[in-house]
């Protein structure tokens, strides 16, 4: 038997070219029999078509039809989000030209964990997340609020703490994650380490991962504050940062999973500096907002956070992952400083190697990056900024939709790209079961949410190439099932 080709190498665009023949045509094939957002069916129908095409999963001899068996089956079972009825989640259609990147990624294998595996990768991450990072913190002369990071009165201000005292120093800095729940994680981590133990303040809009890293990092249980309007409340803010006592840290959301509402986040950072808190946002949906000169005012107060999330894998087009947290102090991300003699030994970091473990919590990472820096350089920050205000747009054209029709109700003017509405007369079970009727027919993809004590119908809308014409089929879908 011959030994299989290689991704890389001499003959490595030449093994790929026909196997990437074969993953189109599958693509293809399998979209077609799919014939919608969802495959229709449900669950166990689903699952049965793909033990099927799978098969023995541990064959004591392979198959040469596995490529194209297995990519045309999973492309029939799956969820489209380039389709514009697949609307639930913060689940994007990737960009071509960043898939065609990964594929580069892919073949080429650098891993992040040590210069001499990922040479030129290791300095584009570092050039691009910098970039970044000024991109949520500004211009190195611009200041921002004073936070809980403020050093000492009488501490001299130098390059590496002008961050920690309100001022974005030139090397603010951004990490790449795996997602929003990493990047909080992380920033959780770092609050504790630099203050020596930390409590978390947040709204009960926060997302669910907050919640899970104080388990994780083994915090005490979240403040958690009420969010009355679907947003933390400064008042509510104000009294606990009053009443609680040691190093605090609060986390306000710009782009909440539910509605995409955002934090009163100018408030929240006067609030933390008066009270000497220390301040995270998870801007995981609502950072794409960054590239937008029409939608970018959204997120004033962004920059004085201590700590940032973004996701790229939502309001910027990447495929999973793309993950970031921006650092506005990097003296924050000292203890994430580890040794490991055959990855960063001492000598080599003398000599002028890059010393990459301290970049994240993993070892072994996958260069992420390059999709991200082809999408921006291809497109530029004005082309990405024009994707986010068409699904921004086409969110707003939905609400009128739903607004105008005496079938439905409205559950508010849409923030960034999501829009809720439900049935008008219909109980919360009515809800969804249609939700559930959609989803089986693979019909439609609509997600759900619990706002005001009453369950919502979902919609997500990150595919710039939704029609109005496909809004109104959403509208129609869900009528057409709801039971008068």
């Avoid at 969820?79 to 697949?86: E, K, R, S, V």
């Avoid at 009128?400 to 109980?427: K, N, Q, W």
């Avoid at 119908?457 to 039971?483: C, M, Q, S, W, Y």
């Amino acid at each position: 038997m011959s030994t299989p080709p290689l991704a890389s190498g001499p003959e490595g665009p030449d093994a790929l070219r026909p196997l990437l023949e074969t993953v189109l045509q599958a693509l293809a094939e399998g979209t077609a029999a799919r014939g919608g957002p969802l495959p229709a069916g449900g669950p166990e129908h689903v699952a049965e078509r793909l033990r099927t095409a799978l098969g023995d999963p541990l064959p004591h001899h392979g198959s040469p039809d596995a490529l194209h068996t297995l990519v045309r089956a999973l492309a029939e079972g799956a969820a489209d989000p380039a389709d514009p009825l697949c609307a639930a989640h913060l689940h994007c259609p990737p960009l071509a030209v960043a898939t065609a990147a990964d594929l580069a990624a892919s073949a080429l294998n650098p891993s992040l964990d040590s210069w001499d595996q990922a040479p030129a990768a290791s300095e584009l991450e570092a050039l691009l997340t910098r970039a970044l990072a000024d991109l949520v913190y500004g211009n190195p002369d611009e200041t921002s609020h004073t936070s809980g990071t403020e050093v000492a009165k009488g501490t001299e201000v130098t390059e590496g703490t002008r961050g920690a005292q309100g001022t974005r120093g030139a090397q603010s800095d951004a990490l790449v994650t795996t997602g929003g729940t990493e990047s909080n994680q992380l920033a959780l981590l770092l609050a504790r380490e630099k203050h020596h133990g930390i409590q978390l303040v947040c709204g009960a809009n926060a997302h669910h991962s907050l919640h899970r890293a104080t388990w994780l990092l083994g915090l005490p249980d979240p403040v958690v504050l009420p969010a009355p309007a679907g947003t933390l409340d400064p008042a509510a803010l104000d009294s606990a940062l009053s009443d609680l006592r040691g190093p605090l840290l609060v986390a306000a959301t710009a782009g909440t999973t539910d509605a995409g509402l955002i934090d009163p986040l100018p408030d929240i950072a006067d609030l933390c500096a008066t009270h000497g808190a220390r301040l995270h946002i998870d801007a995981a949906y609502g950072g794409g907002l960054l590239f937008s000169d029409r939608h970018r005012t959204k997120l004033d107060g962004l920059a004085h956070a201590d700590t940032v999330t973004l996701d790229l894998h939502k309001l910027g087009w990447q495929p999973v992952a793309a993950g970031l947290l921006a650092v506005r102090d990097p003296t924050d991300l000292t203890p994430l400083t580890h040794r490991a003699d055959y990855l960063n030994a001492d000598d080599d970091t003398e000599a002028g190697h890059p010393d990459l473990l301290g970049r994240s919590l993993r070892t072994t990472r996958r260069p992420d990056i390059l999709k991200i820096a082809v999408t921006l350089k291809t497109l530029g920050r004005h082309g990405i900024g024009n994707l986010v205000d068409q699904v921004c747009s086409h969110a707003h054209e939905l609400a009128d939709l739903v607004a105008a029709h005496p079938g439905f109700e409205l559950y508010d003017r849409p923030v960034i790209s999501t829009v809720l509405f439900r049935p008008e007369g219909a109980t919360d079970d009515t809800v969804a079961a249609v939700r559930r009727t959609l989803l089986d027919q693979g019909r439609a993809v609509l997600g759900r949410a619990t706002l005001d004590g009453r369950r919502w119908l979902k919609a997500t809308l990150l595919n710039p190439h939704t029609r109005p014409g496909d809004l109104a089929t959403l509208l129609k879908l869900v009528e057409g099932h709801t039971p008068r």
